[in-house]
């Protein structure tokens, strides 16, 4: 039998990136190319594979009507949406217990708001939550499991996050407020497969999948940058040790950043140059590979299955 597989898409907007880089956010929240161009093209691939997968909203974005339409667009076509936060934060950790809570649960209540006006009914209400950053906190894993989420997928077990902080420096130019991203140096001791949250009763955590040995980041956007060789040498440790794999796309992924300002520096835009042809034609060749070795399925799906 095929292990599991999870394709995960942060649906974070034009607005969210360009605010982990340190630009101002509005200019892009209203007319957003991810909501607008991405995810019609997300869904397109993902229905061309007949692949289902998990989509991390930001509770924001569900509030307003012209982006709530295209989020019922996502469970028309069966997926399943997650909390993604209210507002992206970076750092939740940094917050009181308090603002914890209220962001993660303003962000719920607006998301099975929308969901509940249009007749979604509650089985299609998120049961997971990612923290901004995968900021995987202790803290931030207590509030989701008494907010009764059934998992977490925020944990980015590798030991390479101060890496990822020096190319969001080079790409921003500056230190910002995302101290707390791409986790901790522990968390890369933290194990790579599902498994129980301690100390949080009923709550699992689904960690992004990091290379097994030198716990290496393979997510989308590094692979658009290292290339699909790559990607194959880091997932071929699932393959051997028959692991499921959780596999992570951002909403950016499906859209021409060519002409949008994402970072403030010449040399971050670098990052955002490639044409949606070569983006579109990579990701379906990753789908693809998973597709023929895992069994891909909605991450609620997988919970339910461990009662
Ligand atoms: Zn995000």
Redesign the pocket.
């Known amino acids: 039998m095929k292990p599991p597989a999870f394709i995960q898409i942060?649906l974070?907007g034009i607005w969210?990136v360009r605010r982990c880089y340190g630009l101002t956010e509005d200019d892009f929240f209203e007319h957003d190319h991810v909501y607008e161009e991405g995810i019609p093209c997300l869904l397109d691939l993902l229905s061309k594979k007949g692949i289902p997968a998990t989509i991390f909203v930001v509770g924001r974005d569900a509030g307003m009507e012209r982006k709530a339409a295209r989020i019922f667009s996502i469970l028309a076509n069966g997926h399943e949406i997650g909390n993604?936060s209210y507002d992206?934060t970076l750092g939740l950790s940094l917050l009181q217990d308090e603002e914890i809570r209220v962001n993660i649960d303003r962000a719920q209540k607006t998301l099975t708001g929308v969901m509940e006006k249009q007749n979604w009914g509650k089985e299609n209400y998120p049961v997971g939550f990612r923290a901004?950053g995968y900021n995987a906190h202790p803290r931030v894993l207590k509030t989701v499991a008494s907010l009764g989420f059934r998992y977490d997928s925020s944990l980015f077990p590798t030991w390479w996050g101060f890496v990822m902080r020096i190319i969001d420096f080079y790409i921003s130019g500056r230190f910002h407020e995302a101290k707390r991203q791409y986790g901790s140096f522990a968390g890369g001791l933290k194990p790579l497969r599902p498994h129980p949250v301690k100390e949080c009763a009923g709550l699992y955590e689904l960690p992004v999948s990091v290379s097994p040995n030198l716990r290496l980041p393979f997510h989308f956007g590094i692979i658009l940058e290292r290339g699909f060789d790559y990607y194959r040498r880091c997932v071929q440790g699932y393959i051997s040790r028959g692991m499921p794999l959780l596999y992570l796309f951002h909403g950016v992924d499906f859209v021409d950043t060519r002409g949008i300002p994402l970072t403030p520096t010449m040399r971050g835009s670098g990052f955002f140059r490639h044409s949606i042809k070569m983006k579109l034609k990579l990701a379906e060749q990753i789908l693809d590979h998973i597709s023929a070795r895992f069994s891909i399925m909605r991450a609620r799906d997988f919970i339910n299955t461990l009662g």
């Open positions: 942060d974070d969210a993604h992206h901004p």
